[in-house]
């Protein structure tokens, strides 16, 4: 089994930045890929980024040149560098990983996902 534990979240003002970890434990693999999806309240939940094994960085055109992500793999953890904050940014962020590896858009491929982080931005 796989665990996956978010840290980082919080409230910011507007044009603000946060830098969300998520740590995996447990069962040790290699050549995964993890995300990073979000949800608002009353919306479906929605895809922000995902890097695959190789570090190749997909992301939703909303966040682009805003968020980054990367990861470490040494340490099992994904990060995603959030810059320039808007309020519509605000939900929970929620890591998500994909044991074949891909760094992709689709919910489905995910089999292990974390509790969730509350993010806040303020106008």
């Known amino acids: 089994q796989v665990q996956l534990v978010e840290s980082g979240g919080g409230l910011v003002q507007a044009g603000g930045s946060l830098r969300l970890s998520c740590a995996a434990s447990?069962?040790?693999?290699?050549?995964?890929?993890m995300g990073w999806f979000r949800q608002a309240p009353g919306k479906e939940r929605e895809f922000v980024a995902a890097?695959?094994?190789?570090?190749?960085?997909n992301y939703a055109d909303s966040v682009k040149g805003r968020l980054t992500i990367f990861r470490d793999n040494a340490k099992n953890t994904v990060h995603l560098q959030m810059n320039s904050l808007k309020p519509e940014d605000t939900a929970v962020y929620y890591c998500?990983?994909?044991?074949?590896?891909?760094?992709?858009?689709?919910?489905?491929?995910?089999?292990?996902w974390g509790q969730g982080t509350q993010v806040t931005v303020s106008s």
């Open positions: 998500a990983l994909d044991p074949a590896g891909r760094g992709s858009y689709v919910e489905r491929y995910y089999d292990y």
């Open positions: 447990g069962r040790t693999f290699t050549g995964y890929g």
């Open positions: 890097v695959n094994w190789g570090g190749i960085a």
